[in-house]
């Protein structure tokens, strides 16, 4: 059975054989859809203040 992932910042899900795993040192493991989840994830901003994520969205009752 394949496993379906969800992205890590922006809360999409990843088709299976697409995005990017970033695991750290202690053993987090981050899944990106994009650059652009992973670039805003490294850079340090929260989900929840940037209004394209699923977050952003739902604190916004945008939804």
């Known amino acids: 059975m394949v496993e379906h992932h969800i ?3 922006c809360g999409a899900q990843l088709e ?3 995005g990017k795993m ?3 040192k202690d053993g987090t493991i981050f899944y990106f859809c994009s650059t652009k989840c992973q ?10 203040r940037v209004e394209w994520t699923a977050a952003g969205q739902k604190g916004a009752n945008k939804e």
Do not use: D
Request: charged share 20%; hydrophobic share 25%.
């Open 39 to 48: 670039n805003n994830h490294k850079l340090g901003r929260v989900p929840r």
């Open 7 to 9: 992205c890590s910042f």
């Open 16 to 18: 299976p054989g697409t």
């Open 22 to 24: 970033f695991i750290k």
